[in-house]
């Protein structure tokens, strides 16, 4: 048994340091979230921005686009030239996703400095490609809404998952002490 425990030392504190991370940005996310009050359909702080930074891009992009509170569950419903085509929940603001990426990162540790520099570059980034995804998927639904549970099921997921996974990719390869 001790044997086996040294062979997968290595493997045994990357988890460690994974979990230990995810776990407590989770706790700190949901202390966060408690905040509010989901009954009475209250909206969290970082749902609220993303909603206005997307309506904001959309209107930079193409047009009337605006964004206001569900009044039957806690989200932000936005309309494109007038209709409504999207709703943003707590889960559309990529702070999950930004949780797994940071948990991953600073499980596959690297120099600290580099490990900071990329958690916080890789981040905006996740964060950017997000309110544009939102952007896109809006308008997409707008004109194509026979294709919004391909589009919102698949192709977008995909978008932000396969960011993620590229930002881990570079990192490992380029950056961690794994890379040499």
Known sequence: MKE?????????FFLA???????????????????????KNEVDGITKIVSTQTVQFMNFVDGNAYAIPNTTEPCMNVFYNN???VRIIEGCNAVSVLILFISFIVAF?????NTFAFMCLGSVLIYIVNIIRITCLSISIYYYPAYQDFLHGIVFPLVIYGLVFVLWFVWIHKFSYYAK
Not at 18 to 26: E, K, M
Not at 109 to 113: E, S, T, V
């Open 17 to 39: 340091r994974f979990f230990a991370v995810y776990i407590l940005a989770t706790i700190l996310y949901q202390y966060y979230l408690a905040q509010y009050d989901v009954a």
């Open 109 to 113: 540790r690297g120099k600290i400095i």
């Open 4 to 12: 086996t425990l040294i062979a997968y030392k290595p493997f045994l």
């Open 83 to 85: 209709k409504w085509v």
